[in-house]
C-alpha cells in the first residue's frame, strides 16, 4: 500500500509517498533520479528516495511561487 502526503513550509511545497511494497534495491537508489536532475534546478526542488526492504520513502520538493500582494477596494 502507498500512502501521499503533502506539507507547505518555508515557500516548498513537499509530496511525500511511502510504500510498504518490496522496496527499491539499494544499488539503485543513487541514481534512480539522475534523469531528473536538470527538472529539479529549473524548478527550485529536488527528488529524494531512500529505502529498505518493505519501506520506500519518495520527496518531491518545489519552490513556492512568490506570494503577490494584493489591493481591494479605495481609500
Request: proline content about 7%; glycine content about 14%; charged content about 15%.
Amino acid at each position: 500500500m502507498a500512502a501521499v502526503t503533502v506539507e507547505a513550509a518555508d515557500g516548498h511545497c513537499a509530496f511525500h509517498v511511502r510504500d510498504d511494497g518490496q522496496g527499491a534495491p539499494a544499488g539503485l537508489l543513487p541514481t534512480v533520479f539522475d534523469g531528473c536532475t536538470r527538472g529539479d534546478a529549473a524548478h527550485g526542488g529536488r527528488v529524494e528516495v531512500a529505502g529498505a526492504p518493505g519501506y520506500t520513502p519518495f520527496t518531491v520538493t518545489l519552490s513556492l511561487p512568490a506570494a503577490r500582494s494584493r489591493t481591494t477596494g479605495t481609500a
